[in-house]
């Protein structure tokens, strides 16, 4: 058996465990594309980032060569240590997205609703002057 082989059947035997853990906790399974989706978009994140981190990384340790400060090996760049992370700058980053994304379809949802504070400006408070049909 080749270790590719191995290591899927290991993640498949975890997935569905997994899987099956979770629909006894009740969680729905039409949940889970969204959820996959979401997961995807992390691992995009995370390549990105890593992608980012090993070509800044690279360039620094050129530059260190070429201006004769040290020397570098570029081989660090690629240590699992930046990929790990990197995976916590995309947790960090989704996390802050999708905060922004609720924060914004929060206020976009309360600037629909009436104020409940009597006092608070709106349609109702401003001046009726310059308004159609309305005489002052």
Same mark, same amino acid.
């Given at each position: 058996?080749?270790?590719?082989? @191995?290591?899927?059947? +290991?993640? %498949?035997?975890?997935?569905? /465990?997994? @899987?099956? /853990?979770?629909?006894? =906790?009740?969680? *729905?399974?039409? =949940?889970?594309?969204?959820?996959? &989706?979401?997961?995807? &978009? ?5 390549? =990105? #980032? ?20 040290? #020397?570098?090996?570029? @081989?660090?760049?690629?240590? +699992? $240590?930046?990929?790990?992370?990197? /995976? =916590?700058?995309?947790?960090? #980053? ?11 379809? %929060?206020?976009? $949802?309360?600037?629909?609703? !009436? $104020?409940?504070? !009597?006092?608070? !400006?709106?349609?109702?408070?401003? !001046? ?7 005489? *002052?």
């Amino acid at each position: 058996m080749s270790d590719a082989l @191995y290591i899927l059947g +290991v993640v %498949a035997a975890t997935s569905c /465990a997994a @899987y099956a /853990a979770g629909r006894r =906790l009740g969680m *729905r399974a039409r =949940l889970l594309p969204p959820a996959l &989706r979401r997961a995807i &978009r992390c691992v995009g994140v995370c390549l =990105l #980032f890593w992608g980012g981190n090993v070509a800044v990384g690279a360039g620094v340790a050129l530059l260190v060569r070429g201006l004769g400060l040290g #020397f570098i090996w570029l @081989y660090v760049n690629t240590d +699992v $240590s930046v990929l790990v992370l990197s /995976a =916590l700058q995309a947790l960090a #980053f989704e996390a802050w997205r999708i905060e922004h994304q609720r924060e914004r379809s %929060a206020g976009a $949802s309360r600037a629909d609703e !009436p $104020s409940a504070d !009597p006092a608070a !400006p709106g349609p109702a408070h401003e !001046p009726l002057h310059g308004v159609k049909g309305v005489k *002052r």
